[in-house]
């Protein structure tokens, strides 16, 4: 079982539509959560943390964690061709204390 | 920008070759990490240093050789690589040791022949 699973995609929204993109981990006791965005050719770039059940919003970005489940999402509301990207999940805090990460899921909006 | 850079951004080495390669954060943060990036697959880290003191070193074959002199640089040496070592090098830094709101450089994309 993979530590943090995401599906690779491409996940394929039309502008303005919500791209809603989805990671699941293994460890248990993980406690903080991060997204990254990586443009393709670049570096990974932190766009939202979140450490405690629920919703946080940034802006046209929403994180969603469910520790029960061990899930955790991310929401992109008015999707924007710019916000095509590959999306990495990236889980920390759990029984080895590393940042583990996913192999992302690559997001396409169509203009 | 994020305050991290690398160099250099395109490397081409052969097996038998020794090369470096150098980062350098300008954020005032007290930890540094190399991580390696394979198509496919997820970052996977190679190591961490916190106020240049090693304290992750992630079962990476001796063939990579890391170096911090000082909390703003960080080098990875590379000698008598193999083909599948070819793939993005990526630094990156935090506050502090295994924090996961990391800043990450430009990356440097390796090929071995």
């Known amino acids: 079982q993979k530590e943090v699973e995401q599906n690779s995609g491409p996940l394929s929204v039309p502008e303005g539509a919500i791209a809603s993109l989805n990671c699941t981990y293994s460890d248990r006791v993980s406690q903080s959560f991060f997204w990254y965005r990586q443009y393709s050719g670049k570096s990974p770039e932190l766009i939202m943390s979140i450490y405690s059940n629920g919703d946080k919003e940034d802006g046209r970005f929403t994180a969603q964690l469910n520790k029960a489940s061990q899930y955790v999402s991310l929401l992109i509301r008015d999707s924007q061709p710019s916000d095509s990207a590959t999306y990495l999940c990236a889980v920390s805090g759990g029984a080895t204390n590393k940042l583990i990460f996913g192999t992302g899921t690559l997001l396409a909006v169509q203009p | 920008e994020t305050g991290v850079t690398q160099t250099p951004r395109h490397l081409v080495m052969g097996m038998t070759n020794k090369k470096s390669l150098k980062c350098e954060q300008h954020l005032g943060h007290n930890a540094m990490y190399w991580y390696k990036q394979s198509a496919k697959k997820p970052l996977e880290l190679m190591f961490v240093?916190?106020?240049?003191?090693?304290?992750e070193n992630n079962s990476v074959p001796s063939r990579f050789s890391p170096e911090c002199p000082n909390s703003s640089h960080l080098f990875l040496h590379l000698h008598t690589l193999q083909p599948e070592d070819s793939a993005l090098y990526l630094c990156a830094s935090s506050q502090t040791p295994n924090l996961g709101e990391q800043y990450f450089g430009p990356g440097t994309r390796l090929t071995v022949t």
């Open positions: 240093y916190s106020l240049e003191e090693r304290v």
